[in-house]
């Protein structure tokens, strides 16, 4: 950041008159001379002032600066360190079926194609896909790692619908009529993250045929900085 430059130092001081040891005539030209350098340097003194303040609020703004910056970093830090650990878990993830599996195990869905870890103590039995078996399987990864898109019109240009989301990725909101229809088909678990950087409290989400915390009311964005990752519970609860 430029900081605004000091305003430049005001001339030398003009010669102070004095009454002993001047003449008259000397003392009235040294007094003309004061006076008018005295004027000038209160004006300087003014404009020294404004640039106090001036200074303040930009050293303000740069310290917010690297504060943002500060937590930018951090917070790109542990994406990239959730990143590297959920790679690591796909990485020896094998496809579920149906078996026995101890604490902590990785696996992938059939059904939603993401990647879960066994709750259970020990090892124990899995009779249902861990999509849809939230008490013995969590799924793994990261909001903050998920691809992401811009949602820059109101209707999908290729459709003339309301956009259609998907599981998966993160949606940026930039225009302030978008409408956007929650994913469908998707499975207990299965999240979908969504930024409003409108400017505004009008985007709206349309449930769907799901439901919004047990609610069948669409959904407005009724913050213009609302930041929220939806996961997909039980039928009867919906997104959430």
């Known amino acids: 950041m430029i900081f605004t430059p000091p305003p430049v130092a005001p001339p030398e001081a003009a010669a102070i008159p004095s009454r002993r040891n001047d003449t008259q005539a000397a003392f009235d030209v040294k007094t003309d001379a004061y006076l008018v350098w005295t004027a000038s340097f209160r004006t300087w003194l003014a404009g020294l002032v404004a640039w106090f303040v001036t200074l303040l609020a930009e050293m303000g703004i740069a310290l917010e600066t690297v504060e943002s910056n500060k937590n930018a970093a951090q917070t790109a830090a542990a994406a990239a360190a959730t990143s590297a650990q959920q790679a690591a878990v796909i990485a020896g993830a094998v496809k579920w079926v149906p078996g026995d599996y101890e604490q902590g195990d990785p696996v992938w869905s ?19 896909d861990p999509s849809i078996d939230q008490a013995s399987w969590r799924l793994t990864g990261s909001v903050y790692s998920m691809p992401q898109k811009d949602i820059a019109t109101a209707l999908d240009e290729d459709t003339g619908l309301p956009h259609l989301l998907l599981v998966g990725m993160h949606y940026i909101v930039l225009h302030p009529l978008a409408e956007c229809l929650m994913p469908a088909g998707a499975v207990q678990q299965e999240v979908v993250r969504i930024t409003n950087r409108s400017g505004d409290t009008t985007p709206i989400l349309r449930r769907n045929g799901s439901l919004f915390d047990g609610d069948d009311d669409d959904m407005r964005l009724d913050s213009s900085t609302a930041d929220k990752t939806f996961t997909k519970g039980a039928p009867t609860r919906g997104w959430f």
């Open 110 to 128: 059939p059904l939603s194609l993401l990647t879960y870890r066994r709750i259970p103590d020990g090892i124990t039995a899995s009779a249902i």
